[in-house]
């Protein structure tokens, strides 16, 4: 059975400052990682994937991955209050790279705060 | 395009009821997923479809659950008889080639007294 987890929070950042939510996974086979955004009485809604260790950079949203570690983590640069939502971290079910179904974890619910 | 349509978006039933939620997914999207989260708790997967076989059912909770997906198309999540641990938020999603880039629909919230 595999496991996400996360802290919960609330995290609460200042607007322009940079949010970090960090996910730690048990599966040591994972190799694809995916952080969802999900605003409140929305549905998830992809933001990032990264596959290698390193990062990996799109707008103001970086992605890490360690796999040594069992670590990724999402970094939000110049944070807005409309980043205000909950991130889900996601790693495949099964082999096949999330074509299979993911497993989520609980999500870290982020304010930014004006 | 018409995302994910999922309905109802809302059901209250008593125990004992049975209850079916709908997803309607993206046209032409051969992969439809069905996830389940419970208050409190992550986001659970259910099951997948390609087109109108299911091709994961493990995440299922037990027999009292039923998903078809007759033609390829819609899907239906039937729920009978209702427990009150069902209750819960249900999301569906369908994506083109499988993978994680798939699109959620918006849920439907199921209270079950």
């Known amino acids: 059975q595999k496991e996400v987890e996360q802290n919960s929070g609330p995290l609460s950042v200042p607007e322009g400052a940079i949010a970090s939510l960090n996910c730690t996974y048990s599966?040591?086979?994972?190799?694809?990682f995916f952080w969802y955004r999900q605003y409140s009485g929305k549905s998830p809604e992809l933001i990032m994937s990264i596959y290698s260790n390193g990062d990996k950079e799109d707008g103001r949203f970086t992605a890490q991955l360690n796999k040594a570690s069992q670590y990724v983590s999402l970094l939000i640069r110049d944070s807005q209050p409309s980043d205000s939502a909950t991130y889900l971290c996601a790693v495949p079910e099964g082999p096949g790279g999330g074509a299979d179904g993911l497993t989520f974890g609980k999500g870290t619910h982020l304010i930014i705060q004006p | 395009e018409a995302g994910v349509t999922q309905f109802p978006s809302h059901s209250v039933i008593e125990k004992g009821q049975t209850v079916t939620l709908r997803c309607d997914p993206i046209?032409?999207?051969?992969?439809l997923y069905w996830y389940r989260r419970v208050m409190g708790k992550e986001i659970k997967f259910l099951l997948h479809f390609v087109k109108e076989s299911k091709q994961d059912e493990s995440g299922m909770p037990n027999n009292r659950f039923l998903a078809e997906r007759t033609g390829g198309t819609y899907s239906t999540l039937k729920v009978q008889p209702a427990e009150l641990e069902d209750s819960g938020v249900y999301f569906c999603?369908?994506?083109?080639?499988?993978?994680?880039?798939?699109?959620f629909g918006s849920g439907t919230r199921l209270t079950v007294v």
């Open positions: 999603a369908s994506s083109q080639g499988g993978g994680p880039g798939y699109t």
């Open positions: 599966d040591r086979v994972s190799q694809s």
């Open positions: 046209s032409g999207h051969d992969n």
